[in-house]
T-cell receptor, first 116, second 113 residues
């Protein structure tokens, strides 16, 4: 079974500052990794994903994340945030079992608040 | 293009009443369908998933059930709601063998009073 830990439940930052949202996972098999964003009262949208290949993944809205297998981490970063980035961010993992896999395990989420 | 519809957006129900939440997907065939529940501070919990008509897998034992009467329709039900059923319910779909990318509906905020 897989698990995901998002170390910060809330991250307040000022506009145009850099931000890092931390995510660690545990799994006995290789994994796929995801970051989703949820704006208030809406569903989730995929920001970026790591399936294989380059460990640095670029997503929408200027976000990027780096897969670090030795540290079992997949931290999300943005060099300069905007007010519109205020949202809840979820890290998620699914097993790369080589066959069908239907279970995506989510972290508890990190609320990013960007202040002017 | 594919779209996912989920309704209602909000629902207030008394304890002991029945529940029916509906989700439909357009623009694709044979999608994998999912119901998630989001409780405050607890992230998203997978409740059910379906890989085909009439095929339902339950992830956690609970007061809820799911059905897939048509290829692109997924229904979440309960015969008698509990207070603990309150939460934000999200339907999602994916294509292919698994969860490479999930597309989420806009969610239903359920309050059981």
């Amino acid at each position: 079974a897989q698990s995901v830990t998002q170390l910060d439940s809330q991250v307040p930052v000022f506009e145009e500052a850099p931000v890092e949202l931390r995510c660690n996972y545990s799994s006995s098999v290789s994994v796929y990794l995801f970051w989703y964003v949820q704006y208030p009262n809406q569903g989730l949208q995929l920001l970026l994903k790591y399936l294989s290949g380059s460990t640095l993944v670029k997503g929408i809205n200027g976000f990027e994340a780096e897969f670090n297998k030795s540290q079992t981490s997949f931290h999300l970063r943005k060099p300069s945030v905007h007010i519109s980035d205020t949202a809840e961010y979820f890290c998620a993992v699914s097993a790369n079992s080589g066959g069908s896999n239907y279970k995506l395990t989510f972290g508890k989420g990190t609320l990013l608040t960007v202040n002017p | 293009s594919q779209t996912i519809h989920q309704w209602p957006a909000t629902l207030v129900q008394p304890v002991g009443s029945p529940l029916s939440l509906e989700c439909t997907v357009e623009g694709t065939s044979n999608p994998n369908l999912y119901w998630y529940r989001q409780a405050a501070g607890r992230g998203l919990q997978l409740l059910f998933y379906s890989v085909g008509i009439g095929q339902i897998s339950s992830e956690v034992p609970q007061n809820l059930s799911a059905s897939r009467p048509q290829d692109r329709q997924f229904i979440l039900s309960s015969k008698k709601l509990l207070l603990s059923d309150s939460g934000f319910y999200l339907c999602a779909w994916s294509q292919g063998t698994g969860t490479e990318k999930l597309f989420f509906g806009s969610g239903t905020q359920l309050s059981v009073l």
